[in-house]
T-cell receptor
């Protein structure tokens, strides 16, 4: 079946370090790649997204890069803080129907003070 | 403005019983999605409503699952009879645009014993 591969499944960093999470998708026609953050006990929320007409997008300490040739996209968090600790999910449109998103398995990020 | 609300937040039932989960989307959002996350795995697509119509139900596991969205407002997801493998967190999400930001509820955690 179709899926979005997400790595790593867990990531532990020291406060102030950078964190990078990578996702790979299969459909070269995919054109929308969002990232969601789910804090403990809360709902997933969109933190950043990118469309295929650009290669990089930044919003303060977070950035997403897209490599269409290699069909992967990555989330970069710089100067990590304890409040960045959460589960992060990437997603891409389903190649079976572009009206739904297929999510990765999630990355549990722990930022240690 | 109220976000997406789901009820119940947690349900514990025995195998063979019936459970009905409810989702109230953000007012005015025509698109309503049901997703499920089993521990440690991806947020898996179940189905998509546009208003009251089922646009895509390709992710529904089997005929024990029935989703409705009468009148195009709130939606229900019924599992009957429940099996052990149905345990997980069921998320509802709504959006104004196709492939736009998904607004998630906090999820309904289902435990089947």
């Amino acid at each position: 079946g179709e899926n979005v591969e997400q790595h790593p499944s867990t990531l532990s960093v020291q406060e102030g370090d950078s964190a990078v999470i990578k996702c790979t998708y299969s459909d070269s026609a995919s054109n929308y790649f969002p990232w969601y953050k789910q804090e403990l006990g809360k709902r997933p929320q969109l933190i950043i997204d990118i469309r295929s007409n650009v290669g990089e997008k930044k919003d303060q300490r977070i950035a997403v890069t897209l490599n269409k040739t290699a069909k992967h996209f990555s989330l970069h968090i710089t100067e990590t803080q304890p409040e960045d600790s959460a589960v992060y999910f990437c997603a891409a449109p389903s190649k079976k129907g572009y009206n739904k998103l297929i999510f990765g398995a999630g990355t549990r990020l722990a930022v240690h003070p | 403005e109220a976000g997406v609300t789901q009820f119940p937040s947690h349900s514990v039932i025995e195998k063979g019983q019936t459970v009905t989960l409810r989702c109230d989307p953000i007012s005015g959002h025509d698109n309503l999605y049901w997703y499920r996350r089993v521990m440690g795995k991806e947020i898996k697509f179940l189905l998509h409503f546009v208003k009251e119509s089922k646009q895509d139900e390709s992710g529904m596991p089997n005929n024990r699952f029935l989703a409705e969205r009468t009148g195009g407002t709130y939606s229900t997801l019924k599992v009957q009879p429940a099996e052990l493998e149905d345990s997980g967190v069921y998320f509802c999400a709504s959006s104004q645009d196709l492939l736009g930001e998904l607004f998630f509820g906090e999820g309904s955690r289902l435990t089947v014993l």
